[in-house]
């Protein structure tokens, strides 16, 4: 859109909408660019707190410009509140005049729109909503390009976005918290208008919309993000363990010791043959593949593929899944890039737990034929070592240092952490390398901020009875 087409469209906007304080910031900031700064004060004082969350310029005129606004504001809150005193003085009045037979069709009106909101809620699905993935990070320098983004695409019902957080030091991306949207942008019948709803008081100093109806398709849409990065992974972890692409998927999960995977889910299949057929038609044109766009797996030599520097859409996870393990604050994490997928509490062995890069050289179920011996349901050996991480039969050692070296982990932690990553993954051992959790050392940082938990169907045959293991537990 022309500058004077933007304009005209804010304008229209927050005649349509004029309770959207970021729709009133951004027409002001139109006003003020073009000098007319009557009207631009006019709107910064409906955004409210908004222009101030925003606006950062010192200079004595922006100074000048926050008293007026601040003053407008202030009048138009004593109005607000002598209304509002009215009203209620109405309502009671109105209260004690109603018969009480009205209130059962009141009664009955809002068990209807209770009825009537229930089915909208269900009517969202993650088949009508296109995700985008911010880093909160960057929210300030992003917000306002994001909200002209998102009202420019077409093609989708709701575009909503989920704002990331960081990790304490500001190094990780906490793709848990991408569970919460951040805000949406809903058509209307009338391709020009939109619904803008925010679900982030922070951000934007209002009272939050109710997330409630999204947070069905949201999990949906990292469980499926979730299941597009192991099928990287793996994809990746065959090509390098056998220097040639898989041409079937059931070549992932071979038997021990080849099982790269435990398993495959029916999303997984469907994305592999997508893949598949799509580099089959661009090799026939003669033309190297580097990304299917039906799928967004992505050759991970390859730039990951985003919307803006700050924000991607659709498939934020792109970088084939390592371990991070930090011997001080004994935890193990999951990551893709700088984006930390899982993390867990774990047990360790002081300086008999070596540190340094390793990759997973064996999966095995059950070491040694069983599921509750000394090595738990699960072990994966470390660079044909005798160092691994596996599960353990004293899961009171969880957070101290009580192994010969190996890495401890609680049963439905190992079992998860195997489903997920695939043979040769890389893991690196260090210290002061992971975020600290909120509690004590070694346990979960609050109860509840795990996602759902990663699982596949145990499709490979992957116990090794021939073998007896004695890892440095």
Not at 197 to 208: F, H, I, L, Q
Request: proline share 6%.
């Amino acid at each position: 859109m022309t500058d004077k087409e933007n304009h005209h469209y804010f304008k229209k906007y927050v005649h349509e909408h004029p309770k959207d304080k970021f729709a009133w910031y951004l027409l002001g900031k139109e006003y003020a660019e073009k000098g007319q700064l009557g009207k631009a004060a006019y709107c910064y004082a409906k955004s409210e707190e908004i222009y101030e969350a925003y606006e950062t310029d010192t200079s004595q005129a922006a100074l000048q410009m926050r008293k007026v606004v601040r003053e407008a504001r202030q009048s138009t809150q004593r109005k607000k509140r002598s209304w509002r005193a009215l009203g209620v003085a109405l309502l009671l009045l109105l209260l004690l005049l109603i018969p009480t037979d009205v209130w059962d069709q009141d009664n009955a009106w809002l068990a209807e729109q209770a009825r009537l909101k229930s089915k909208q809620e269900q009517g969202i699905s993650s088949t009508n909503i296109a995700f985008y993935y911010m880093n909160k990070l960057d929210q300030a320098g992003g917000m306002k390009e994001a909200v002209e983004f998102m009202l420019g695409t077409t093609g989708s019902a709701h575009r909503v976005l989920l704002a990331v957080e960081r990790s304490k030091d500001q190094k990780w991306q906490l793709w848990q918290s991408a569970s919460k949207p951040f805000l949406s942008v809903q058509n209307t019948e009338q391709s020009s208008q939109a619904i803008i709803r925010y679900y982030d008081a922070a951000a934007c100093n209002c009272e939050p919309d109710d997330p409630t109806p999204y947070r069905a398709s949201i999990m949906k849409w990292q469980k499926e993000q979730e299941e597009e990065l192991v099928l990287l992974s793996a994809m990746t972890a065959f090509e390098q363990k056998l220097g040639k692409k898989p041409q079937l998927i059931e070549q992932l999960t071979a038997p021990y010791p080849n099982n790269v995977l435990s398993g495959v889910t029916p999303r997984m299949r469907q994305l592999f043959d997508a893949k598949l057929k799509a580099e089959q038609a661009k090799k026939a044109e003669g033309a190297q593949v580097q990304v299917n766009t039906s799928t967004g797996i992505q050759d991970p030599t390859q730039e990951p593929l985003q919307q803006k520097q700050y924000m991607q859409s659709q498939h934020p996870l792109q970088q084939p899944l390592e371990i991070v393990i930090d011997k001080t604050n004994y935890r193990l994490a999951v990551v893709s890039g700088e984006v930390m997928i899982r993390s867990y509490p774990i047990g360790l062995g002081a300086d008999r737990t070596p540190e340094g890069t390793f990759e997973i050289s064996e999966k095995v179920r059950n070491p040694n034929g069983k599921s509750n011996g000394e090595f738990g349901s699960r072990g994966m050996t470390l660079s044909d070592t005798l160092y691994a991480i596996h599960g353990t039969n004293k899961p009171d050692s969880i957070g101290k240092d009580e192994s010969l070296g190996c890495i401890r982990m609680r049963k439905e932690d190992v079992e998860e952490l195997f489903d997920m990553v695939p043979l040769l993954t890389k893991v690196t051992i260090g210290n002061n390398v992971l975020p600290p959790p909120a509690g004590s050392k070694g346990q979960e940082e609050q109860p509840g901020s795990k996602p759902p938990v990663f699982k596949l169907p145990p499709q490979a045959k992957e116990e090794n009875p021939r073998k007896v293991y004695k890892w440095l537990n």
